[in-house]
Structures are given as C-alpha cells and as structure tokens.
C-alpha cells in the first residue's frame, strides 16, 4: 500500500505541471491588469510603466519558470494589487472555506446515506417514490436560487439566521455556527440528492445477490441483512461518489460564499478575477488543484477498507 501511495504522489507531479502550464496560459488570454489598475484615463506611458513595474513587460516563457521557480520554494507570488504575499491571503481566507466544506460534508453524510438506505429499504413504496423526487428537485434547483430562498424564508421572514456574513469559532461557537447553518444547507442540497440516489441503487443492486439470499436462508435478521451485509458490499460506489462530491464542493463554495458574503477562498477567488490578479487566481487554483487529487488519493486508499478483494 505504501509503495501505491508513493507511486501515485510521484504520477501527480506531471498533472500539477501540466495544471500550473494551463492556469497560466489562460490567464494571460484574460487581459491586462495594468490597465485595471491603472484606470480608462491612464496613457500608454503609464500603463508601459506599470507592466514594467510587475514584470509583464518581460516574455511570457520568462514570467512562467520565474513563477514556477518560486513555486518549488512556497512562494505562491505577491498580489499585484495589495502587494501581500498571495500565502498570507490564502491563509486568511482558508478558514471559512474549510469550516463551510465540513459542515457541507458532515450534514450532506449525515442526511444523504440514511434517506438512501431508507429508500432502498422501502423500494417501489411510497417512501422511495417520495425520496426520488426530493432528489430529483435537490438536482434541479441551482445552489445560488437554493441560498437566496434560504435567505429569504429563514433570515427576511422569520429572524432565525443572519442574512449574510462569517464569524470565527474564537467569537463564540453559538455565533459560528449560526452563520455556517444556511450555507451549509444551501450548498449540501445538491449533494445531498446524488448521495442519496447512489446509496439507494448501489443498495439495492446488491440485495439482488446471491449471498444476501444465503444470508436470508441461513435465518439472519434482515436488518443484519441489510446493514452488515448489503450496506459493506455497497460501500465502494458511494465512497466513490462522496469522494465527487468532496471535489465538486470546490465549484460549489465559490458561489454559495459569494451569496452568503463568506470572506473565505471563493470569494478571494471572485475578487482576484474582478480584478485580474494573476498570482491570487494561480495560487488558489492550484490549491484547489492539489485538493482534488488528495482527495482521489484518500478515496482509493478507502476502497481497500471497505472492499478487501481490491489490492494495488
């Protein structure tokens, strides 16, 4: 297993390279960020001077193994606007994207795997046809119709939540977690549904199995059955899935905290677009980029738990 691990640790440095080579590339198709910097009124002296200033003025080959150099010693830039190194922006930022993620995941596990198990329990029944369509709407709505309704039903009409905003777990955990409720929510919808879809069918595939009738005639207890026997073998398929959807939370967190107004990665994201900085968006992305991988990895590694048959 450690010899797979490693193995795979060495086959992502030509995918984080060749990650790194297209953020870059696009970037530089985005347009000039001296000239968002230095205004509509700005001459071609200054914005030539301003190019110079950040290095854009030298060719793009030069600008890329400079900034790949400084990546192989942590330095992710400095931002061209504040001029803070992009690691410190990064780091102030993080922790609310990381709050967000496992609360989304927690609830999303919490709720999707139980509402599946009980729809496959209930198969054909009122309970699976109720549980299809919930999913089937949690699929439909976009996240961002999902928050705004949130917002309005639960912070406009009702007073429960705060309508926007993010404070630290050092402020209270009361206060942290009030405002971690209706983000979470809005953003696990979707998660929720196809969790819970892929647990119900993964589920009932295997209750067709021979084993589980050997099960039946041996006189085990269905709900033995069905949970230490049908559950396990359905296991590999919704780690599967779960692993997805860990990964997707990153498309999903950049617009659930521009809806919410979360000071975390996704809204750094959004601004260093708006305003065209290159090292923030290369940083973040190439973070993301990381955390996607890690998390295939984990997910690979989780398979042989769940499914000794399966060896690397």
Do not use: C
């Amino acid at each position: 297993m450690l010899v797979y691990i490693a193995r795979r640790l060495i086959t992502t440095i030509p995918v984080v390279i060749m990650v790194a080579i297209v953020i870059f590339a696009l970037l530089r198709l985005t347009g000039d960020p001296a000239a968002v910097i230095a205004g509509d009124d700005a001459s071609p002296a200054q914005l030539a001077a301003i190019r110079a200033q950040m290095g854009l003025d030298r060719p793009i080959t030069t600008q890329f193994f400079d900034w790949a150099g400084n990546l192989l010693h942590g330095d992710l830039g400095t931002s061209l606007l504040s001029g803070t190194a992009v690691t410190t922006l990064i780091a102030d930022r993080m922790g609310p994207t990381i709050a967000l993620a496992i609360s989304t995941m927690s609830f999303t596990l919490l709720i999707a795997i139980p509402i599946g198990l009980i729809a496959a329990w209930r198969h054909g029944r009122a309970t699976d046809r109720f549980v299809m369509i919930l999913s089937v709407l949690g699929f439909s709505i976009p996240t961002f119709v999902v928050g705004y309704l949130l917002i309005y039903l639960f912070s406009l009409q009702l007073g429960w939540f705060p309508v926007q905003g993010y404070k630290d777990l050092s402020q209270g955990f009361y206060a942290f977690a009030q405002r971690l409720v209706l983000p979470t929510i809005a953003l696990s919808t979707v998660y929720v549904a196809l969790i819970a879809r892929i647990t119900r069918s993964s589920v009932i595939e295997v209750m067709n199995e021979d084993f589980i009738r050997t099960a039946r005639a041996k006189g085990v207890k269905e709900s033995a059955v069905f949970l230490r026997h049908a559950l396990r073998n359905a296991a590999v398929p919704i780690v599967t899935i779960v692993g997805i959807g860990a990964a997707a939370l990153i498309g999903g967190v950049v617009v659930t905290e521009s809806v919410f107004n979360i000071p975390g990665l996704g809204r750094l994201v959004v601004e260093a677009v708006q305003a065209r900085d290159y090292p923030i968006i290369q940083g973040v992305i190439l973070l993301f980029s990381l955390t996607y991988i890690f998390i295939n990895l984990v997910i690979d590694v989780l398979y042989t738990v769940f499914d000794p048959r399966i060896t690397y």
